[in-house]
């Protein structure tokens, strides 16, 4: 059985040494295997196609790790942006068969990042763009970012919406006070990270996003972050004579978001997502170097759904959205 894995990060030297430095040196500090990680994340070559080899990981989808360039001033992200993803296209010359990409975006530039899209999808033959949550406090349903999801809406380029650490306002309210491990972990992986990325979503459904782009697409990870379970709340207190929209919530949920494991191996979570919203809607992925390929792999091969729909989310579903 081919396995996609399409929730993969990477860093580049300029990445480490420009918007990743503070998250690089907090690996270092926080994580108890925060040296492996770091080392991991810059290895885009033989010895990543070998960890994958060993787990039965055939393709993995790259994308510029956490926190990206969204958070940066204008130029210094329309640099960054530009080298990561070069960095990436060689990645992927290298190992054309066992690695694709999104692109990471200087959304914060304007027709800048609308440029640099339609350049990583037309030349560089990258699968769609990774979008790491608010940019400096704003949402993909602001006025400012139309252009580029009309772009990716006429490319047919798929957003993959990744978490990010909430705004500054929102982390002093609700996630200080403790420890700066607990803090940092509370605000990020243990909870703001997902909460912040299911309001995003859903900003984007009530801000009449998907009205105005009908065809586009967009992938979170994480199972969900949290939205299957809040889906049939949602569906039924924001009826249609609330929003004012064209269709229901759960619609949008069902038909133009897809949603990927992300180190997520709980079986509980997996199945309320597979009722929510069906087979033909999860992909497979692994948040490496987070996560552990070997691992994900095994949940995937003991997920209790038909061998046909087991094939569907490791590969078929990636396969059709993305043209892998």
């Given at each position: 059985?081919?396995?996609?894995?399409?929730?993969?990060h990477?860093?580049?030297?300029?990445?480490?040494a420009?918007?990743?430095?503070?998250?690089?040196?907090?690996?270092?500090k926080?994580?108890?295997n925060?040296?492996t990680?770091?080392?991991?994340?810059?290895?885009?070559?033989?010895?990543?196609v070998a960890?994958?080899?060993?787990?039965?990981?055939d393709?993995?989808?790259?994308?510029l790790?956490?926190?990206?360039?969204?958070q940066c001033?204008?130029?210094?992200?329309v640099?960054?942006?530009r080298?990561?993803?070069?960095f990436l296209?060689?990645?992927i010359?290298?190992h054309p068969?066992?690695f694709?990409?999104?692109a990471s975006?200087p959304?914060?530039a304007?027709d800048?990042?609308?440029?640099?899209l339609?350049?990583?999808i037309v030349?560089l033959?990258f699968?769609?763009a990774?979008i790491n949550?608010h940019t400096?406090g704003q949402?993909l349903?602001?006025?400012?970012f139309?252009?580029?999801?009309?772009r990716?809406e006429?490319l047919?380029?798929?957003i993959?919406?990744?978490?990010t650490?909430p705004?500054?306002?929102?982390?002093?309210a609700l996630?200080?006070g403790?420890?700066?491990?607990?803090s940092?972990?509370?605000?990020?992986?243990?909870?703001?990270?997902?909460?912040?990325?299911?309001?995003?979503?859903?900003?984007?459904v009530?801000?009449?996003v998907?009205?105005?782009?009908p065809?586009?697409?967009v992938?979170?990870?994480?199972?969900?972050?949290?939205?299957?379970?809040?889906l049939?709340?949602m569906?039924?207190?924001?009826?249609?004579?609330?929003?004012?929209?064209?269709?229901?919530?759960?619609?949008?949920?069902?038909?133009?978001?897809?949603?990927?494991f992300?180190g997520?191996?709980f079986m509980p979570?997996f199945?309320?997502?597979?009722l929510?919203?069906?087979?033909?809607?999860?992909?497979?992925?692994v948040?490496?170097?987070?996560?552990?390929?070997?691992?994900?792999?095994?949940?995937?091969r003991?997920?209790p759904?038909?061998d046909?729909?087991?094939?569907r989310?490791?590969?078929?579903?990636?396969e059709?959205?993305?043209?892998?």
């Amino acid at each position: 059985m081919r396995i996609i894995a399409i929730e993969e990060h990477f860093v580049t030297p300029a990445f480490v040494a420009g918007p990743g430095k503070v998250s690089t040196e907090q690996f270092r500090k926080f994580r108890q295997n925060g040296e492996t990680i770091v080392s991991n994340l810059s290895e885009v070559g033989d010895a990543r196609v070998a960890e994958m080899n060993a787990a039965g990981v055939d393709m993995q989808v790259l994308s510029l790790n956490s926190p990206g360039v969204e958070q940066c001033e204008p130029a210094e992200a329309v640099t960054c942006a530009r080298d990561a993803n070069d960095f990436l296209a060689e990645a992927i010359k290298r190992h054309p068969k066992r690695f694709a990409g999104f692109a990471s975006l200087p959304i914060q530039a304007g027709d800048a990042a609308v440029d640099e899209l339609d350049r990583c999808i037309v030349k560089l033959g990258f699968k769609g763009a990774n979008i790491n949550g608010h940019t400096r406090g704003q949402y993909l349903d602001a006025p400012a970012f139309e252009p580029l999801l009309a772009r990716a809406e006429k490319l047919d380029a798929p957003i993959y919406l990744h978490p990010t650490v909430p705004p500054k306002a929102v982390v002093d309210a609700l996630y200080s006070g403790f420890s700066p491990a607990v803090s940092a972990t509370f605000a990020a992986g243990g909870w703001g990270w997902h909460i912040e990325t299911a309001v995003h979503l859903m900003r984007m459904v009530l801000g009449g996003v998907f009205d105005r782009h009908p065809n586009l697409q967009v992938v979170v990870g994480h199972l969900g972050e949290g939205l299957s379970f809040m889906l049939p709340r949602m569906n039924k207190n924001f009826p249609v004579q609330t929003t004012k929209l064209e269709r229901s919530v759960g619609e949008y949920l069902r038909q133009n978001v897809h949603y990927t494991f992300g180190g997520f191996n709980f079986m509980p979570t997996f199945l309320n997502l597979l009722l929510e919203v069906g087979v033909d809607r999860i992909m497979f992925s692994v948040d490496y170097p987070y996560c552990s390929m070997q691992d994900s792999c095994g949940f995937l091969r003991h997920l209790p759904v038909s061998d046909p729909d087991r094939a569907r989310i490791a590969h078929g579903n990636a396969e059709r959205l993305l043209r892998v």
